[in-house]
């Protein structure tokens, strides 16, 4: 292999993107003054110290960022773009806000966003809504033919305030039903944009939701082809963050579903608007599975082999585009992590094209568009079962897991795919090859991963979870020596003192990251201290040149004979990958 030319820093890969611009009342209505100025509301309830970032449309697809900023108590936000001219996604991510179905104060989960989209011209001074309405449309657009086109964008704006009756999502601003008396002077479009956000929280009430911002991530699923079906294209969408529970999203969700959870919050005294079903009665005749189509014309293809949504001639003809992305995230099952999907530019990490929640079996599902090309997975957050210790710990900021696929098809259904300390220093290893992440060095690294370990496929094979007893039992020898290898890390952060373990992966990762387990990075020695968090910070320690080779064949044999190991295998089961390991000369 190589010598690494350039130092790998994983803060560097997956640091901060931008700048935070400070946020300032940008008033509820009407226009900003200024030049390249974007201000508006973020609504779920508003959305109180939510990030909202700005992202350059580029050929269809969210590219390059242009400002950040943070929103106020009110869910305003300011940002300033410069002279950008043309399409902007609007993202907004994490914040409080308060749920108009229970009165609770909530956090938004990791992986669950809102979205917007919109053209400006130079100079533009605009004000634009972030809510869930816009965040489907912005869906919506993204997989029809051509992505993000001022065209389609335009088309999914309209379509969705069709649908539930509001002549504009992106500038007027929903009623607050939580506030006394707020149905008062409000436009219908400014009562029904309120309400129908607040029967969507409803209705997560309704069918216990967790947070019931996973319910934005359903309905922007839901939206994604054209349809309010309860589906993406022909898959049936798992309700619950990130699609991360196991309830699936019934068809009349998204139509008598919010019909009836608007109806019921209506008579509820979370209603303070002043407002009675009456007010609602055509939008709630509106929302019937007959209005299903959200351009309501033409007809729904059922297969999935269309090119999405095009318009022309008498109709328009709907088909799924929705390229699907799942599997699980394992240094032993990561519960509650954020995962993000990638675009591959030219060998390095580019735009993101999705973000998701693992569930309690680090599960996790992502709609990836009609993107084609190579695509990058990050795991960061969450909390994992120690299998060590069977201590509870949580991914400390810094240490992350990732795993990369080479090229893939538009619309491809993409399943089982794992993301795991093994595919986090194949992800490293390509990077650092001469171009980086292509699909050939994509390829190299996870089988020379694989082969190191004696896994033949450490993107597709599940790894054994050695904590469950008997979890061995039935299991071919690469899930063993997967689930084994995961856990001799674990024993080896524990021997060292690592005071959480997920240190052990940025160690692991940034050792393979030159192609050699050798305790270096290139030239240079790495420090693992106590990885507290960061990158390799908390002390002192250096990693000994042996770690990744016949240290983690004395840890694999210490986990073996522990009381930790309840998999009913024995040190004898995984004998030819501890030769392996102990006679390495950390080659990969």
Do not use: W
């Amino acid at each position: 292999m190589r010598k690494l030319k350039v130092m790998l820093s994983l803060t560097f890969l997956i640091g901060s993107l931008s700048l935070l611009f400070g946020c300032g009342g940008a008033g509820n209505s009407g226009t900003t003054t200024g030049s390249g100025m974007i201000s508006g509301s973020a609504v779920k309830g508003p959305i109180n110290g939510g990030t909202v970032t700005a992202y350059a449309v580029t050929n269809g697809t969210m590219g390059a960022q242009l400002a950040s900023g943070t929103t106020d108590s009110q869910g305003n936000y300011h940002l300033s773009i410069g002279d950008y001219t043309g399409s902007i996604v609007m993202q907004m991510s994490g914040g409080t806000y308060v749920d108009e179905a229970t009165g609770a104060t909530e956090t938004m989960a990791p992986g669950d966003v809102m979205t917007a989209v919109v053209t400006l011209s130079t100079g533009t001074a605009a004000v634009i809504q972030i809510t869930p309405l816009t965040s489907m449309a912005q869906a919506m657009a993204q997989n029809m033919a051509g992505g993000l086109t001022d065209a389609n964008i335009t088309t999914a704006n309209t379509a969705v305030g069709n649908y539930f009756m509001v002549s504009d999502i992106l500038h007027i601003k929903p009623m607050n039903p939580l506030v006394t008396g707020s149905g008062s002077g409000a436009t219908q479009d400014m009562k029904n944009y309120g309400m129908a956000i607040a029967a969507m929280t409803q209705y997560a009430k309704n069918i216990g939701m967790t947070s019931s911002s996973g319910i934005v991530t359903s309905m922007m699923n839901d939206a994604s082809d054209g349809v309010i079906n309860g589906m993406m294209g022909t898959t049936q969408i798992t309700m619950g963050g990130m699609m991360g529970g196991g309830t699936m999203m019934p068809p009349t969700a998204g139509t008598t579903g919010l019909a009836t959870a608007m109806t019921q919050f209506m008579g509820s005294p979370m209603n303070r608007s002043g407002l009675t079903p009456l007010d609602m009665q055509k939008l709630i005749e509106n929302l019937n599975p007959s209005n299903e189509q959200l351009l309501g014309i033409g007809e729904v293809a059922t297969s999935g082999t269309g090119t999405g949504i095009s318009t022309g001639g008498t109709g328009t003809t709907v088909t799924p585009m929705n390229g699907l992305i799942s599997g699980t995230a394992s240094n032993g099952p990561l519960a509650g992590g954020t995962i993000m999907a990638f675009a591959i530019n030219n060998g390095t990490m580019g735009a993101q094209l999705a973000s998701g929640a693992t569930d309690t079996e680090g599960n996790f599902t992502m709609s990836l568009g009609n993107y084609s090309g190579p695509v990058m997975l990050q795991m960061n957050g969450g909390t994992y079962t120690d299998l060590a210790t069977g201590t509870t710990m949580t991914m400390t900021a810094g240490n992350v897991m990732t795993a990369m696929i080479s090229s893939i098809s538009t619309g491809s259904t993409i399943t089982g795919i794992q993301i795991t300390p093994l595919t986090s220093m194949a992800q490293a290893m390509a990077q650092n090859m001469a171009g980086g992440m292509t699909d050939a060095n994509i390829t190299a690294a996870n089988t020379a991963i694989g082969n190191y370990f004696m896994v033949s496929d450490i993107l597709h094979t599940q790894p054994i979870d050695p904590l469950v007893t008997g979890s061995g039992t039935g299991a071919n020898q690469d899930m063993q020596n997967y689930g084994i290898t995961l856990a001799a890390m674990s024993q080896y952060a524990e021997s060292i003192g690592m005071a959480n373990s997920s240190g052990i992966i940025t160690v692991m990762v940034n050792d393979a990251s030159d192609g050699i387990m050798n305790g270096k990075m290139g030239g240079t020695s790495i420090t693992t201290g106590t990885m507290g968090g960061g990158m390799m910070g908390g002390g002192s320690s250096m990693m000994q040149s042996t770690a990744g080779t016949s240290g983690l064949a004395t840890a694999m044999t210490t986990f073996m004979g522990s009381t930790m190991n309840k998999s009913g295998l024995t040190a004898t089961s995984v004998q030819s990958l501890i030769t392996q390991l102990a006679a390495s000369n950390g080659t990969i």
